[in-house]
């Protein structure tokens, strides 16, 4: 190993830009997403994104275009997050991924399946800050993560055109909300060396 390197495992490397809204800082979600950009895993690369929200009946839905890459972040990843990812029950919806924008001022993915078209904008961008985890920092979680994070002020998410109600919040003015949104870019994260998933 090179000198200065990370001595613990990478377990997978991309993107995770997420959005979750809100009509209140401490309110009730209308909508979570989770959408993850992957260039290297245990499953091969790929694109998987987990949502639920008013316009999905509150019922979490999973589109991807790796049904195994898909599963295996729903058992290694999703669970801990947001732990209905997790139900290996649901369908993953076989579906198309894109994106474009400057991410100096908004930036757009679109995900399409045969019944849905689904755009995730952010707007309002915020200065990009890092983030570095080291595995084991965050109990029960085994996970590090290394990440350039970009907080964004403004948010939309609409399904076949109908827009989801609410906002999202900076967490720099509400430090306690679940309602917040950002560019998770450059994201790796590790294990320690030998870890079992």
């Not at 200065?4 to 991309?14: M, V, Y």
Request: aromatic letters at 10%; proline letters at 9%.
């Amino acid at each position: 190993m090179p000198p200065g390197a990370d001595p613990n495992k990478i377990l997978f490397t991309g993107e995770n830009p997420y959005i979750r809204l809100a009509h209140k800082p401490d309110g009730e979600l209308t909508a979570r997403t989770s959408l993850w950009k992957v260039i290297f895993s245990p499953a091969g690369p790929g694109n998987a994104l987990f949502i639920v929200s008013e316009l999905t009946g509150q019922k979490p839905k999973i589109y991807s275009d790796n049904l195994n890459m898909a599963r295996w972040f729903q058992k290694n990843i999703a669970n801990w997050q947001h732990k209905p990812f997790g139900d290996e029950s649901l369908e993953v919806i076989q579906a198309d991924f894109d994106a474009y924008g400057d991410v100096r001022s908004f930036w757009t993915e679109t995900i399409s399946s045969r019944d849905e078209d689904i755009e995730m904008t952010w707007h309002d961008i915020g200065e990009p800050y890092n983030i570095a985890r080291a595995p084991g920092s965050n109990p029960p979680r085994p996970f590090g993560v290394y990440a350039c994070m970009i907080p964004t002020g403004g948010a939309r998410l609409s399904i076949n055109g109908k827009s989801v109600s609410g906002r999202t919040f900076l967490v720099s003015e509400h430090p306690n909300t679940q309602a917040q949104s950002s560019l998770a870019f450059s994201e790796s994260w590790l294990v320690p060396q030998g870890h079992k998933l």
